[in-house]
C-alpha cells in the first residue's frame, strides 16, 4: 500500500489549521457552505496565509452557482475548489479558467471516474456529507478510477479498516477529528494522521 493522501476538512481556528500542517497533512478544507463549520471567505483567506505552499488549501461547496464559488473562491485565495452535490458537467467547465484544483464531491452511486467533469480529484462520500456517518466503503472498493478520497464518518479509530476496505488513493477527515460538530480537536487530528501514516 502506498503513501495515502489526507484532507483534513472543516478548519476555522490558527491553532487547528497549524496542528493539521505540522502533523503532515497534504491538504485542509475550508468550509463555505451551509454547515456548522462555515466560515467566510474573508476568515478562509486569513487562515490560508499562513498555510505552506505544500499543503492544499481547499474550499468547500454544496450546491452553490459557479458564479457564487468563483467569488468566494477567489476572495478566499483557496487554491483547489471542492463541488458536493451533482453539479453539471458545465459547473465545472465554468470553473475552469481560474486555474485552481477542482475536486468532485460525490455519492457512490454518481459516475465515479475521477476526470469525467474534468475535475482534478474525486471525492467519495456518504450520502449525506459532512454528517460523521460511516458508511460500506467497502462497496466503492475498485470501482472509482484514478486519484480519489474516501470520506464520510472516518475516525482516528475507523481509518485503517476504511483504508483496507476501500483502497482509496487518499483520505478526508471533519466530524471524526472534532469533539462536537463544528469543534476541531488538535489531539483528534494528529491521531488521525498518526494512524494514516502507520498503515500507508
Ligand atoms: O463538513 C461539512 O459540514 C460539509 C458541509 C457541506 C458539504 C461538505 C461538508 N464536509 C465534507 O464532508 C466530508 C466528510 O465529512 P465527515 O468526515 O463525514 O464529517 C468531507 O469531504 C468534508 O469536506
Not at 451551509?34 to 481547499?58: C, D, K, N, Q, W
Not at 459516475?111 to 459532512?130: I, M, Y
Amino acid at each position: 500500500m502506498g503513501v495515502v493522501y489526507v484532507k483534513i476538512c472543516g478548519l476555522s481556528e490558527p491553532e487547528h489549521v497549524a496542528t493539521a500542517v505540522e502533523a503532515g497533512a497534504d491538504a485542509i478544507g475550508f468550509v463555505m457552505t451551509r454547515s456548522p463549520r462555515r466560515i467566510t471567505p474573508e476568515r478562509a483567506a486569513e487562515l490560508a496565509a499562513a498555510v505552506p505552499g505544500h499543503v492544499l488549501t481547499v474550499g468547500v461547496f454544496r450546491g452553490e452557482d459557479p458564479d457564487a464559488v468563483r467569488e468566494a473562491a477567489l476572495a478566499s485565495g483557496v487554491r483547489a475548489i471542492q463541488l458536493h452535490g451533482r453539479h453539471p458537467h458545465g459547473d465545472f467547465t465554468a470553473l475552469k479558467d481560474l486555474g485552481l484544483r477542482l475536486i468532485r464531491a460525490v455519492d457512490a452511486e454518481a459516475d465515479l471516474r475521477c476526470g469525467a467533469f474534468d475535475e482534478d480529484l474525486l471525492l467519495v462520500d456518504a450520502p449525506h456529507a459532512g454528517s460523521g456517518q460511516p458508511w460500506d466503503w467497502a462497496a466503492v472498493r475498485g470501482r472509482p478510477t484514478g486519484q480519489w478520497l474516501l470520506a464520510g464518518g472516518l475516525t482516528p479509530a475507523n481509518v485503517t479498516e476504511a483504508i483496507a476496505a476501500a483502497d482509496p488513493w487518499g483520505v478526508d477527515v471533519s466530524s471524526g477529528v472534532e469533539t462536537s460538530p463544528g469543534v476541531k480537536d488538535s489531539a483528534l487530528i494528529r491521531e488521525f494522521l498518526r494512524e494514516v501514516r502507520v498503515v500507508g
